[in-house]
Nanobody, 123 residues
Framework: QVQLVESGGGLVQAGGSLRLSCAASGRTYNSYTMGWFRQAPGKEREFVAALGQSGSPNYADSVKGRFTISRDNAKPTVYLQMNSLKPEDTAVYYC?????????????????WGQGTQVTVSS
């Protein structure tokens, strides 16, 4: 079993930055791929970024060049650095871990989820 707790959300003006954190517990955390998703009001939850234990990160096209996913296995925590934020980035952000298959952009491929943290970007 793995527990995930997100933090770092808040209200920021367009063009600003936030760093989200996701603290994980569970003995096999370090071997799992970690991901970030987001869900805006009235919309489906969508993929944002993913990072394997030693692989290259993957990003949604909408956040490439602005968001960076990283992990600290010693803590263990995964981060999402969000720069040049836009009002359309407003959503609840969720971290996820343990992929069941290679379709990492799909919510159904992930086993464990955090409770989410709200990010609001004002124009």
């Amino acid at each position: 079993q793995v527990q995930l707790v997100e933090s770092g959300g808040g209200l920021v003006q367009a063009g600003g930055s936030l760093r989200l954190s996701c603290a994980a517990s569970g003995r096999t955390y370090n071997s799992y791929t970690m991901g970030w998703f987001r869900q805006a009001p009235g919309k489906e939850r969508e993929f944002v970024a993913a990072l394997g234990q030693s692989g290259s990160p993957n990003y949604a096209d909408s956040v490439k060049g602005r968001f960076t996913i990283s992990r600290d296995n010693a803590k263990p925590t995964v981060y999402l650095q969000m720069n040049s934020l836009k009002p359309e980035d407003t959503a609840v952000y969720y971290c996820a871990t343990r992929l069941k298959n290679s379709d990492y952009v799909s919510t159904t491929a992930w086993v464990y989820w955090g409770q989410g943290t709200q990010v609001t970007v004002s124009s």
